[in-house]
C-alpha cells in the first residue's frame, strides 16, 4: 500500500478523527479527491469472526450476469448460534421481514442468512409469503439446520414483482456448494452481492478484547436511497465469535441501531424492507455475556464495541447517499432527553432547505434555527435563550460559531465559504436545557 492508501484505511475508521488524521487530510486533499468512493471506503483486508463462512453469486435475478445477486452467511461452528434482529416499521412490510419475524418468535438459534437484491418481494400477497418461506426450508434443508435452529432470510430490489424464485432456490445448493468461505474476498463478494443502487460495497471488521479474550466483529450493509430513521432500504448484517446469550444480543442490538441505523437519513423515506441481523456463534471462547448484574462490565462492553462497530457501518451509507456530495454529522446537545437531541437532529437532517444550503455551499444558518423550531420535542426541549449552533470543520481548524445563547454571531462568509468547501462537515447544536443529553446523527446534502 501506498502512504496515502494506508492514511485512507486509518482515517475513515474514525468518526471524530484525530488532530493528527485531520492535519494528514489536508496533505493528503488533492490525493483525496481523485479518488471514487470505492477506492476511499472499500477496505482492501480485514480480520473476521471464527466459525461463520460467507460468500456471494450470480443466480439470475439481476439481469446483469456480472452482477452478483444472491449471498449466504453460515454459521459452521459447533454450537448453534444466537440472533437477534430489527425490521422496518413501515406498514407495508416485505414478506422476508413478515417471515424472519415469525422466524425468531420460534427460535432464537439462527445459522444461516440468505440475502437475495434486484427484487425486493414487497406488496407480493400471498405468493412472495410462500416464495420467502421456500428461501428458509432451502437454506434449512441445505445447511442441515436441525434441532430447532433456522435461517433468516432478506431481499432488496424493485418492489411489487414476483420473485423469480426457482433462481434462488437452486442458486443456495450452488453457492453452499463450494462458494463459501472465510477469506476477505469471501466477505467482500458476500457484500458486493446484496448491493442494488450501492456505487461500492460496504464493509467493516474490528477486533476487540473482553476478560482478556479476543472477539472479531464483521458486518456489512447496502443502502443508497430510501433512507431515513426507523429503519429504510437497508439491509445489513454482522457477525462475532463472542460468546453471548439471546436476550443480551437483543438488548444490544436495540441500543446500538438507535444510535446508528436509526440516526441516519439521506432522503426522509421508510422502506418496506429494512432489516439488520446480529449474530453471534461464541467460537472465540470465554465466559458467556449476558444483560444480569454479574456480567455488566462484559455487557456495557460489548455494547459500546457492537454500537460504534454499528456507527461506522451506517457512516457508510449516508457516504454512498444517492446524489450526495457532502457528510454532514449533527451534533445535539444538552437536551433534556436522549429522544429530543434525536429528534431535533433529525428534523435538520431531513430538512430539504438545509439540504440545499448544504450543497450549494451557503451559510443559511436561519435554515438550521428553522429545524430546530419545529422538531417535535415539547415546550422546554429547546431553551432559545440558550441555543448555540456552530460549524465545526473536520480539518481541526477552528470552529465558526454562527449563534451563541440566542444571539447571531457576525459570521465571516469567506471563512464559512472555506468550510462548507469540505466533503466532510459538522454542525454542532447547544439547546441550552442543562438536560445535559447527547445524541449524534449523520445525514448528506
Given at each position: ?13 474514525f468518526?471524530t478523527?484525530?488532530?493528527f488524521f ?9 490525493y ?6 470505492a477506492?476511499?471506503?472499500?477496505p482492501k483486508?480485514?480480520?473476521?469472526p ?16 456480472t ?8 454459521n ?8 437477534a ?10 414478506a ?6 415469525q422466524v ?16 425486493a ?29 433456522s ?13 423469480p ?5 437452486s442458486?443456495i ?6 462458494g463459501?468461505?472465510s ?9 458486493n ?11 467493516v471488521t ?12 464483521a458486518?456489512l450493509?447496502?443502502?443508497a ?17 463472542a ?5 443480551a444480543?437483543k ?15 439521506v432522503?426522509?423515506d ?15 471462547g ?21 454500537t ?13 447517499g ?6 454532514i454529522?449533527?451534533?445535539?446537545n ?7 437531541a ?11 432547505l438545509?439540504?440545499t ?10 435554515r ?5 423550531g419545529?422538531?417535535?420535542v415539547?415546550?422546554e ?7 448555540s ?10 470552529r465558526?460559531?454562527?449563534l ?6 457576525t ?7 472555506e468550510?462548507?468547501?469540505a ?9 441550552g436545557t ?5 445524541a449524534?446523527?449523520?445525514t448528506?446534502?
Open positions: 500500500m501506498t502512504g496515502p492508501d494506508i492514511f485512507i484505511e486509518k482515517f475513515y475508521a468518526d478523527p484525530s488532530l485531520s492535519n494528514q487530510i489536508m496533505k493528503f486533499s488533492p483525496l479527491r481523485t479518488l471514487s468512493k477506492e476511499r471506503f472499500v483486508s480485514g480480520v473476521y471464527k466459525g461463520f463462512v460467507v460468500g456471494g453469486v450470480h443466480c439470475g435475478v439481476k439481469k446483469n450476469g452482477l452478483l445477486d444472491l449471498a449466504l452467511l453460515h459452521t461452528h459447533s454450537s448453534d448460534a444466537v440472533a434482529a430489527v425490521f422496518t416499521q413501515n406498514k407495508f412490510k416485505a422476508p421481514v413478515q417471515v424472519s419475524a425468531l418468535k420460534e427460535t432464537n438459534f439462527i445459522n444461516s442468512i440468505v440475502v437475495n437484491s434486484g427484487n418481494n414487497a406488496v407480493t400477497g400471498t405468493q412472495g409469503m410462500q416464495d420467502a418461506r421456500a428461501m428458509v426450508n432451502t437454506a434449512n434443508n441445505v445447511f442441515a439446520n436441525k434441532n430447532g435452529a435461517s433468516l432470510v432478506m431481499l432488496t430490489g424493485v418492489i411489487g414483482n414476483t420473485l424464485i426457482e433462481k434462488i432456490v442458486g445448493p450452488k453457492l453452499a456448494d463450494g463459501l468461505g477469506t476477505h474476498e469471501h466477505w467482500l463478494a458476500c457484500a452481492a446484496i448491493c442494488t443502487t450501492d456505487t461500492f460495497p460496504k464493509l474490528k477486533q476487540f478484547d473482553i476478560g482478556g479474550h479476543t472477539y472479531t466483529l458486518g450493509a447496502k443502502g436511497g430510501m433512507i431515513c430513521p426507523n429503519m429504510a432500504t437497508l439491509l445489513g448484517f454482522f457477525a462475532t465469535d460468546p453471548v446469550t439471546s436476550s444480543l438488548q444490544i442490538l436495540k441500543y446500538a441501531t438507535d444510535r446508528s441505523f436509526n440516526s441516519i437519513s432522503d426522509g421508510m422502506s418496506t424492507n429494512d432489516t439488520i441481523v446480529a449474530i453471534a456463534n461464541g467460537a472465540a470465554g465466559p458467556t455475556i449476558d444483560s444480569v448484574a454479574e456480567n455488566s462490565a462484559a455487557f456495557a462492553k460489548l455494547r459500546t464495541e457492537i460504534e462497530f454499528a456507527q461506522q457501518l451506517a457512516q457508510l451509507v449516508v457516504r454512498d444517492e446524489g450526495a456530495t457532502k457528510f454529522k449533527i451534533n445535539v444538552d437536551a433534556l432527553l436522549y429522544k429530543d434525536k429528534k431535533v437532529a433529525l428534523s435538520v437532517a431531513n430538512s430539504s438545509f439540504k444550503a448544504m450543497f450549494g455551499k451557503d451559510a443559511n444558518w436561519g438550521i434555527l428553522c429545524a430546530i419545529y422538531a417535535d415539547g415546550g426541549g429547546v431553551n432559545t435563550a440558550g441555543t449552533v456552530s460549524f465545526v470543520p473536520t480539518d481541526g481548524s477552528q465558526l460559531q454562527l451563541v445563547d440566542g444571539e447571531p454571531e459570521v465571516d462568509e469567506v471563512r464559512a465559504s468550510i462548507l468547501k466533503e466532510d462537515l459538522e454542525i454542532e447544536i447547544n439547546l442543562g438536560g445535559g443529553q447527547l449524534l446523527f449523520w448528506c446534502d
